[in-house]
Structures are given as C-alpha cells and as structure tokens.
C-alpha cells in the first residue's frame, strides 16, 4: 500500500439550544417582544451532510450521517464525527434532510419515521418541529405547532447552514437560537403549520438563521 | 506441486466458510422472481432495494392480516381490505377505524402495485414502502404508533422468527417491516381476467362484451387506459365536494388550486367487485357512475378537459359497457390461497396463471 494513512481524529460538535440568550429547557417560561409568554415543548431538527474547512481552506466531506437534535434528548445534541487530524475554521450543514431521502422509502436510525418527524399522509421529512404553548395564541390549549418540512420546488425546506470562526480542532459549539423561528410570524394569526408550502418556507428562512457557532477548547 | 498457495488458499476459505454457517450467520432466503404479465411494462418498483423472497412475502402476508398492528387489536390492513373486493373494503363507501371512527376516503383495491407510482386517492405518498404507515398511524385508521408496533412485534417469538429468516437477523424496525409488506402486496398482481384471456387469444367475447370494448376504447380509454385501467393521472371529473369531508383531492398536496378536485383515476379492473366507488364511496352501483358521468357532473374550472361537456351515453351503450366491465373480474385473483389470511384460504389449489404456463 502506498497511501500514507492520514492521522484521524475525533470532532465533537454540541449543539447548544437557546432561546434568546437562555438555555431552552422544556417546560420552562420565556417571552417573547416583552408581551407573549411562551413554553416550549418540544425543539427537533435534523442535521445533515456536514463538511468542515481547515485552516488551508480545504473542505474535509466525512461520510454523511443524518443526526436528530432533540432537547428531550441530551445524548442527542452533541455529535462525534471522525476527520483527518487538523485545525479547522468553518463548517457547513444541512439542516434537514436531503430530497433524494424524501423519495427512497422508508429508512433507519435517525430517519426511521417512528421518530416522529415524518408525514405519512403527505410523503416527506419534517425537517425541524417546535411545539409548546403561548399565551397569545387562540387555539385549543393556547398551543402552537410548527412542524416544518417540504422538500419538492418552492416548497423546500431544509436549508444550507455555513459558519465561519476561529480555529478549532476537537471540539465545537454550535448555538441555535429558537427565538429566530418566530420572526415575523404572529403565533396569534399563525399558531400552527403542518403542511409544506408558503408559511413552512418563511419559517425555513428564520430557522436558517438560527445558528452562530462558538469555540470552547 | 504446481499450486500449493491456491490449494492452501481454497483449504482455509473452505474452513472459515464452514466455521460461519456453523456459527449461525448462514441466510440464504429462497428468492422469488417478479413475474411481469405478458405484454405488460416493466415494473417500477425498485425490486434491487427490496429483493423479492418466500420468506419476505410470507412475513409481509403475516403483517397485512396481523391486528396487532392497530391500536386494540381490533384491526389489520386485511380488515379493510378483503380479498373477496380485490382488496378493497367490500360494500362499504367509507371504511371503519379504531374506536367507531370512519375514514374519509373509500378505500381502493390493491393490485399491480409493482407499477404505481404513487399511492392514496390524492397521490400523497410516494413510495409503497411508506404506505402502510399512513394508515397505521391515522386516528380513524388502525390508531397505533410505529414505536408500538415494533415493540409488539419484537415480543412475539414467532415474528423474531420470521423476520430473522427474511432479513437474516431478528433485528425488527419500520423499514424491515414495511419492506415485508410490500413484498407480500407487490405479489398482488391481477392479470387472469377475461379480457386477459381474450387478449392473449385463449378466449373469446361474446357480443355484448364485444360492441362494450368498442364503445370503451372510444369514451373510457383515454383515462382508464390498458392494460392498468388507469393513467395513474389526477382528475377532477365534476363529483362535487361533499360540505362534510371537504376533501379537495391532489390539491392538499401540491397546494395548488389547478389541482382542487382531483382525484387519482381508479383502475377498473374487478371494478364489478370494488363498488362502491368514487374517492368517497358515493355511487353504489356501475349504473350510478354512468348517470353521473352523462347527467349529474357539477362542471367546475378545474374539471377535466375531456369531460367539459360531460360524456355522452346511451341506455343501449351502458349496457354493454356494463357487460365489458365484467370481463375485467380476476376471479383466479380473487380466491387465489396465497393472498388470503394464512390458513384461511377459500381454495387450497393456486389458480392457473395465464402468463406463466
């Protein structure tokens, strides 16, 4: 054999979620542009097809895994990938799951639909969901639920996530802010979206912003 | 010695192979060739991902007639659909689910599944590995959730069993299951009807069936086209919206209002045997489908285009129409003992089929 093996390590990504500036813990009280009180239930969302730059701005594919972030989950919100021994300074994802898993039936681990994050009626993944209760919403047991997915054209909802910062090698925080989810979105007018299209692709587009990233080592 | 390092080589791989079937790692499943009708298309569903085995079509005939996959153990996908209506829910416009529920749709025969795309009255699901979860996790349907079912199953000594011998080990999760499954409904391939028969030159129409070819190959045909009786197509063809249901088709799933009142076209073979039908069950009988296609269509923007002026029939055209229409019953499907509940068979003999004799 002639190929060197390249040293290997392990990475660890947490995924830190918050919202605004506190840490999201189910069944604890936020609020929200100082007038809505809400409670957050539940927060998923998958991760995809991550890829990471090194500091010589070359990208490093590991084999794609998909991943489900829960925090009801602890174990759930950090992920471990291998990469080639090194110093590193970006990393991209996708938040969600890719079309072509969309269309191959049914599938295992983290995709495996009793996860829950799948629409049997309207084949498809639900790329993120939060759920909970706010005290401006005018439905049954003042909740709201955003089950967000839709991955055929205009409808897409899984989203390229890139971030940048200073060099990290084993370890790196991810923060996801789920007070960015309702940006311009009115839970009173809006409390619950369980199908693709318009209103599911205007939260895409909030959640896509969810994400900063933090170096800790 | 001219090859001692082959002959040392083949010793060892010879050891280790039987060192492996001994330690239980042996799984060669009896594959099952997907017997495509004569003069029919290729199939589309991807048989590579999901070989075709006696054991898998076996656990999936266990799983389609197994009640404990609803709720209270009440109902199975066989309880809706009933081999005696070529699968559909037999006399029944809308079909009964967990706790006195009802569905909202009438559910459709299963057959020649191996060649459709999508599935459900609006088209919604995509692939037939992930049909049966709709049903089984729908609150009029069977009501239960996909966790429990796995976790009832992996109980039973005898589904372990089962689908260690399809799938090598007694690992149970959703895709094993819903793999098995379509392998059983993948076999439900009708194509033994009279008009099969006639078409192949083994038979012939008598006059009624004959003129009703005819009379179908000019008004039916460009919708319900052979040799599936259907395009697989979206139409809307004027049954207007029932102000209960609210069911507006194709359109709860693109979201575009083009497609409001779409509805996939049904295939008609064994349709003597599916009534009642439309996607909500309301006409009961073959005559009341003719009187809604020449009289009683609600024309609409989206209705479709080869329908704007209705469809002219005469007394004298449905009734031979209806005597075509009946050719189209496979009754070799309809009692043939590998489809039926396991030991439940109306015959013990498999039928003859037509294309593979």
Same mark, same amino acid.
């Given at each position: 054999?002639?190929?060197?093996?390249?040293?290997?390590?392990?990475?660890?990504?947490?995924?830190?979620?918050?919202?605004?500036?506190?840490?999201?813990?189910?069944?604890?009280?936020?609020?929200? +542009?100082?007038?809505?009180?809400?409670?957050?239930?539940?927060?998923?969302?998958?991760?995809?097809?991550?890829?990471?730059?090194?500091?010589?701005?070359?990208?490093?594919?590991?084999? +794609?895994?998909?991943?489900?972030?829960?925090?009801?989950?602890?174990?759930?919100?950090?992920?471990?990938?291998?990469?080639?021994?090194?110093?590193?300074?970006?990393?991209?994802?996708?938040?969600?799951?890719?079309?072509?898993? +969309?269309?191959?039936?049914?599938?295992?681990?983290?995709?495996?639909?009793?996860?829950?994050?799948?629409? #049997?009626?309207?084949?498809?993944?639900?790329?993120?969901?939060?759920?909970?209760?706010?005290?401006?919403?005018?439905?049954?047991?003042?909740?709201?639920?955003?089950?967000?997915?839709?991955?055929?054209?205009?409808?897409? #909802?899984?989203? +390229?996530?890139?971030?940048?910062?200073?060099?990290?090698? #084993?370890?790196? #925080?991810?923060?996801?802010?789920?007070?960015?989810?309702?940006?311009?979105?009115?839970?009173?007018?809006?409390?619950?979206?369980?199908?693709?299209?318009?209103?599911?692709?205007?939260?895409?587009?909030?959640?896509?912003?969810?994400?900063?990233?933090?170096?800790?080592? | 010695?001219?090859?001692?390092?082959?002959?040392?080589?083949?010793?060892?791989?010879?050891?280790?192979?039987?060192? %492996?079937?001994?330690?239980?790692?042996?799984?060669?499943?009896?594959?099952?060739?997907?017997?495509?009708?004569?003069? %029919?298309?290729?199939?589309?569903?991807?048989?590579?991902?999901?070989?075709?085995?006696?054991?898998?079509?076996?656990?999936?005939?266990?799983?389609?007639?197994?009640?404990?996959? $609803?709720?209270?153990?009440?109902?199975?996908?066989?309880?809706?659909?009933?081999?005696?209506?070529?699968?559909?829910?037999?006399?029944?416009?809308?079909?009964?689910?967990?706790?006195? $529920?009802?569905?909202?749709?009438?559910?459709?025969?299963?057959?020649?599944?191996? %060649?459709?795309?999508?599935?459900? %009255?609006?088209?919604?699901?995509?692939?037939?590995?992930?049909?049966?979860?709709?049903?089984?996790?729908?609150?009029?349907?069977?009501?239960?959730?996909?966790?429990?079912?796995?976790?009832?199953?992996?109980?039973?000594?005898?589904?372990?069993?089962?689908?260690?011998?399809?799938?090598?080990?007694?690992?149970?999760?959703?895709?094993?299951?819903?793999?098995?499954?379509?392998?059983?409904?993948?076999?439900?391939? $009708?194509?033994?009807?009279?008009?099969?028969?006639?078409?192949?030159?083994?038979?012939?129409?008598?006059?009624?069936?004959?003129?009703?070819?005819?009379?179908?190959?000019?008004?039916?045909?460009?919708?319900?086209?052979?040799?599936?009786?259907?395009?697989? $197509?979206?139409?809307?063809?004027?049954?207007?919206?029932?102000?209960?249901?609210?069911?507006?088709?194709?359109?709860?799933?693109?979201?575009?209002?083009?497609?409001?009142?779409?509805?996939?076209?049904?295939?008609?073979?064994?349709?003597?045997?599916?009534?009642?039908?439309?996607?909500?069950?309301?006409?009961?009988?073959?005559?009341?489908?003719?009187?809604?296609?020449?009289?009683?269509?609600?024309?609409?923007?989206?209705?479709?285009?080869?329908?704007?002026?209705?469809?002219?029939?005469?007394?004298?055209?449905?009734?031979?129409?209806?005597?075509?229409?009946?050719?189209?019953?496979?009754?070799?499907?309809?009692?043939?003992?590998?489809?039926?509940?396991?030991?439940?068979?109306?015959?013990?003999?498999?039928?003859?089929?037509?294309?593979?004799?």
């Amino acid at each position: 054999m002639m190929v060197s093996a390249q040293k290997k390590q392990v990475l660890t990504i947490w995924f830190e979620n918050r919202f605004g500036k506190e840490r999201l813990i189910p069944e604890q009280t936020f609020y929200l +542009n100082g007038t809505d009180t809400l409670v957050i239930n539940r927060f998923k969302y998958y991760v995809s097809h991550i890829q990471l730059t090194n500091t010589a701005g070359k990208t490093i594919v590991p084999e +794609n895994q998909y991943y489900l972030i829960d925090i009801a989950d602890e174990k759930s919100t950090s992920v471990q990938i291998t990469v080639p021994e090194g110093s590193y300074t970006g990393i991209q994802f996708l938040l969600g799951v890719d079309s072509s898993r +969309n269309v191959s039936g049914v599938q295992t681990g983290a995709l495996d639909p009793l996860n829950g994050m799948f629409w #049997t009626w309207n084949s498809g993944y639900i790329m993120a969901k939060m759920e909970g209760t706010a005290s401006s919403s005018m439905i049954a047991g003042k909740q709201f639920t955003y089950h967000i997915g839709g991955f055929r054209q205009h409808q897409q #909802t899984a989203r +390229n996530i890139r971030l940048q910062t200073t060099p990290f090698h #084993t370890s790196v #925080t991810i923060v996801a802010d789920a007070e960015k989810w309702l940006e311009g979105i009115s839970i009173a007018k809006e409390p619950v979206c369980h199908s693709p299209g318009t209103l599911a692709v205007r939260i895409a587009d909030n959640y896509s912003k969810m994400f900063s990233i933090s170096v800790k080592e | 010695m001219r090859y001692p390092k082959t002959i040392v080589t083949i010793l060892c791989l010879g050891i280790l192979c039987t060192g %492996w079937i001994q330690m239980g790692n042996y799984f060669r499943p009896t594959p099952i060739r997907f017997q495509v009708p004569k003069g %029919w298309p290729q199939p589309l569903y991807n048989f590579k991902e999901n070989p075709l085995t006696k054991e898998g079509i076996e656990l999936g005939r266990q799983l389609f007639y197994d009640t404990r996959l $609803s709720k209270d153990g009440s109902i199975s996908c066989g309880t809706c659909h009933q081999q005696f209506g070529a699968f559909n829910t037999y006399d029944h416009n809308l079909s009964h689910g967990f706790n006195n $529920s009802l569905t909202t749709r009438n559910a459709p025969g299963l057959f020649n599944l191996a %060649w459709q795309k999508e599935f459900m %009255w609006d088209g919604g699901i995509n692939h037939l590995d992930l049909q049966p979860l709709a049903p089984i996790t729908a609150e009029n349907e069977m009501a239960e959730s996909l966790a429990h079912v796995i976790q009832k199953l992996e109980k039973e000594k005898e589904y372990r069993k089962l689908f260690k011998a399809a799938f090598g080990d007694e690992a149970i999760n959703t895709q094993r299951m819903t793999k098995a499954l379509s392998q059983f409904l993948l076999t439900l391939v $009708s194509s033994n009807s009279k008009y099969d028969r006639v078409k192949m030159g083994l038979d012939t129409f008598i006059l009624p069936e004959k003129l009703g070819y005819e009379i179908f190959q000019k008004k039916c045909v460009s919708c319900h086209t052979e040799p599936f009786f259907t395009d697989f $197509s979206y139409r809307n063809i004027g049954i207007p919206v029932d102000p209960f249901l609210k069911d507006l088709g194709r359109m709860k799933i693109t979201g575009e209002s083009k497609d409001s009142l779409k509805f996939r076209v049904p295939s008609l073979r064994n349709v003597m045997r599916t009534f009642p039908y439309g996607h909500d069950g309301r006409f009961f009988s073959v005559l009341s489908v003719m009187e809604h296609y020449r009289k009683n269509m609600v024309l609409s923007p989206t209705t479709d285009s080869l329908l704007k002026s209705r469809l002219s029939l005469s007394n004298f055209e449905i009734g031979q129409l209806t005597a075509f229409l009946y050719t189209l019953t496979d009754s070799s499907f309809l009692s043939n003992p590998a489809f039926a509940a396991p030991g439940k068979g109306i015959s013990t003999t498999a039928p003859v089929d037509i294309h593979n004799n």
